[in-house]
């Protein structure tokens, strides 16, 4: 009786299984088709070497930020500036250039359609201090700019006086062959982003808005083409910033009686903040998968079958995805926000107990967490009044830290278009947008523009990302050269794209009829590469 009933069963549940293997293996075939390969473009050959040597000379002037503006060195910034006017005279002629706050640098290129929304390239001119000892581990002194090997060598190189000096080598070549940009064309170099932007990149910005200036497009530094973003993927993704996480830092304190170590209490100001601590590192912020997926929508084909079908079928894996992903540093950053222990100071004897100890804790806000949020779920996790919890600086709900960024709109012309070069450039790299995990610049933008874009045109090799703020930081002579014939081909495109990009990003007015020549305009771009790069709808 009972094997009657059981067959039927068998053969029931075997069909509903093999249904639902059919169906993740569909999904997975379907899930993030191949990126399509584009016809390699011809860029304006550059002599490398010789932009090498001038990015070398940048590195030379040690222009090291610092929070309180009356305490910059300006010597270092002035005599970039100097340099700068003496490499670049058509720059210095042609273009305005306006100093703001000092030491930023705002250059404006009119375009010859006042009406169209212009463009902006930005970057910054400071770098971070290196050790300039003889047994630092630097090869060639860090300010030195030095020549070897094949590289040029120093602080600077790879963040980000390349895209300073790549940039204004763009422009100078560019005037130099009488290009006249339809867009008006910004340049702006900050000088304080490595502590935040808010003299440099912000004060730009703020001059900017008080002008009425609303931007197409800016581009900042962020993401390259790097081989090695992704376990898993072999292939170089040329990964472009759409989104910042935001930045928190909270004070954790705990008051207790101090007094002689020999009869302490059963909990002491120590023990009461390290179990905070524990409590806030066992019990992480909730993860979403969102961002990743996002990313492997686009990466997805040179993924290993298995991640694949996981990705694929992410509604049924969505609990042992986050289990994996947690265990890559990168990944779990790219899917929660994070909580970083980053000070602890109590006790000042060893046989004292203390009576005060304090720690801070760094958070790097998710896109959809917030900053008030996130302060109530440290407290949550923490669970514990003795433990004073207040921001390290200003007040949670203003200036103690700030949102994630807006995220840049995947589908704009701007976004395309930059990818599209990408591909052109580094062929056989794949392209796909990311979740920037530091901060930069380009997050001041948002009152000028959606599309933020963050990517510096060079190849990061094994180890490279390794000596940003760290030793040995340099960038080789085919870099250089590469970076600049693509700045020119990105100027030349982005500052030519026709009013109906501008007309589409605001809606359709009456008086255009801006679908059919927006049309025209995306013809030039080969319809199955849009659909390569542009995010599949899951089925
Ligand atoms: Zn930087």
Redesign the pocket.
């Known amino acids: 009786m009972i094997i009657d009933l059981l067959i039927p069963l068998a053969i029931v549940l075997g069909v509903i299984l093999l249904f639902l293997v059919g169906f993740m293996m569909l999904k997975t075939v379907l899930f993030s088709p191949k990126q399509k390969s584009v016809k390699p473009r011809s860029f304006v050959e550059v002599d490398g070497q010789s932009v090498a040597e001038r990015l070398g000379l940048a590195v030379q002037f040690k222009t090291i930020s610092n929070p309180d503006q009356a305490k910059i060195d300006p010597a270092p910034f002035l005599g970039l500036q100097r340099l700068f006017k003496t490499l670049y005279p058509q720059v210095h002629n042609q273009l305005t250039l306006e100093i703001v706050n000092d030491y930023s640098l705002l250059y404006t290129w009119e375009g010859k359609n006042p009406s169209l929304k212009p463009i902006m390239l930005t970057s ?1 001119l400071d770098v971070v201090p290196a050790d300039e000892g003889e047994d630092s581990g630097w090869e060639h002194p860090p300010f030195s700019g030095e020549m070897a090997d094949g590289f040029v060598w120093g602080r600077g190189t790879i ?2 006086k390349n895209g300073v000096i790549g940039i204004l080598e763009a422009v100078e070549y560019l005037l130099k062959q009488d290009f006249e940009p339809e867009r008006t064309v910004y340049l702006g170099f900050g000088h304080d ?2 502590i935040g932007g808010i003299n440099g990149a912000k004060k730009i910005v703020d001059l900017l808005n008080s002008r009425g200036v609303k931007l197409g497009s800016v581009l900042d ?1 962020g993401g390259s083409v790097i081989n090695g973003f992704l376990p898993g993927v072999e292939t170089a993704v040329g990964a472009i910033g759409i989104s910042e996480k935001g930045y928190l830092s909270l004070r954790l304190s705990v008051e207790e009686n101090g007094g002689h170590s020999s009869m302490p209490a059963q909990e002491t100001a120590i023990g009461i903040l390290s179990k905070a601590i524990m409590n806030l590192e066992s019990q992480p912020m909730p993860a979403h998968l969102e961002v990743v997926e996002f990313l492997m929508g686009y990466v997805g084909s040179a993924l290993p079958f298995f991640q694949r079908f996981l990705f694929a079928n992410a509604w049924l894996f969505a609990g042992l995805l986050k289990k994996k992903l947690a265990k890559s540093k990168l990944l779990n950053a790219s899917m929660r926000t994070t909580t970083a222990p980053t000070i602890f100071h109590a006790g000042v004897k060893d046989n004292v107990l203390p009576g005060k100890a304090e720690a801070v804790v760094n958070l790097r806000i998710f896109p959809g967490d917030d900053l008030a949020s996130v302060y109530e779920m440290v407290l949550e996790r923490i669970h514990d009044e003795r433990v004073h919890v207040t921001p390290y600086e200003g007040d949670v709900l203003g200036d103690a830290g700030w949102n994630p960024s807006p995220v840049a709109d995947t589908e704009s012309p701007y976004f395309l278009r930059l990818t599209q070069l990408i591909k052109e450039s580094y062929p056989g790299a794949l392209v796909a947008p990311y979740l920037v995990l530091g901060a ?1 610049d380009a997050r001041h933008y948002g009152p000028l523009t959606i599309n933020a874009l963050r990517f510096t045109p060079v190849l990061m090799e094994d180890g490279d990302l390794g000596r940003v703020h760290g030793l040995n930081e340099r960038l080789s002579i085919e870099n250089c050269a590469k970076m600049v014939g693509f700045y020119i081909a990105y100027i030349q495109q982005l500052a030519d794209l026709p009013k109906e990009v501008d007309v589409a990003e605001q809606g359709a007015s009456e008086e255009v009829e801006p679908e059919e020549d927006l049309d025209d305009y995306l013809e030039d771009i080969p319809e199955d590469f849009m659909e390569g790069l542009t995010k599949q709808d899951q089925i």
């Open positions: 910054h963040d980000v982003e490595e530094e930069t």
